[in-house]
């Protein structure tokens, strides 16, 4: 679960750039809170992300504690070409990861969570 500052900005992020699907979303109004979830596929097979917005919270110190989401990708130069047409930030190109040969890339989401994408080996 991460928490957003902007619910439909972030799900456009997950949806449009990163090709995952919004699997479902509910409204909490005695909590002041909405739950989205965003995923591959059903989340009863696949893992999947939970965006949480606060009504009336538009941001968050990430924080030193959490590090990064890590996504596995087929074609990961493509993927990088495709987010960044899409209008995603590229923290990192795709390239050799320091300490190996597996090939990775880094995108920031719209709240600044880092994604890591991996290169399918």
Known sequence: MIRVGDL??????????????????????????????????????DSVIELTYNWGVHGYNLGDAFGHIAIEV???YDAVERIRRAGGEILREAGPMKYGTTVIAFVADPDGYKIELIGKE
């Open 8 to 45: 439909e900005r972030s799900i456009r992020f997950y949806t449009e750039i990163l090709g995952m699907k919004l699997l479902r979303k509910e409204d909490f109004p005695d909590g002041k809170f909405t739950l989205a979830f965003v995923g591959f596929g059903d989340e009863r097979h």
């Open 74 to 76: 087929e074609d990961i």
